[in-house]
């Protein structure tokens, strides 16, 4: 059984563009779906999909790359993980990458990229980064 639904998540997108697929298949939970929706919102994915098949539910992601053929992803990592939970408080998280990249945290009001949390005005655990 997989205990961290996210980096498995993250893993298989980044195997999938490494490969330049097309789609790949995430197993469903609502902080994955969550987390999809914001990389679709910022265009580091083309789209997405909910999918059940039987009693499972799974998430289609669509791949996005350039004209050249490169993985708009360059890079995408998990930082807290379940035996290593990172948390930042609202004036700790600040720009990443010089505004090139994407902090997503979980915060009380649900998750959301770092700027939309430093805006909000509310920290929480650092999901992952991507740029």
Known sequence: MLNDLI???LTRIRNASMRKLETTKLLYSK???ATISI???????????????GNKKFINVVLKYDEYGRSVIN??????????????????IKRFKNGYGTIIVSTSKGVMSGVDAHKAGVGGEILCTIW
């Open 31 to 33: 902080v994955v779906e």
């Open 39 to 53: 990389l679709a919102a910022k265009g580091y994915i083309e789209s997405f999909n909910i999918v059940e098949e």
């Open 75 to 92: 890079e995408i990592k998990r930082v807290s993980s379940p035996g290593r939970r990172v948390y930042q408080g609202k004036d700790d």
């Open 7 to 9: 980096s498995d998540g």
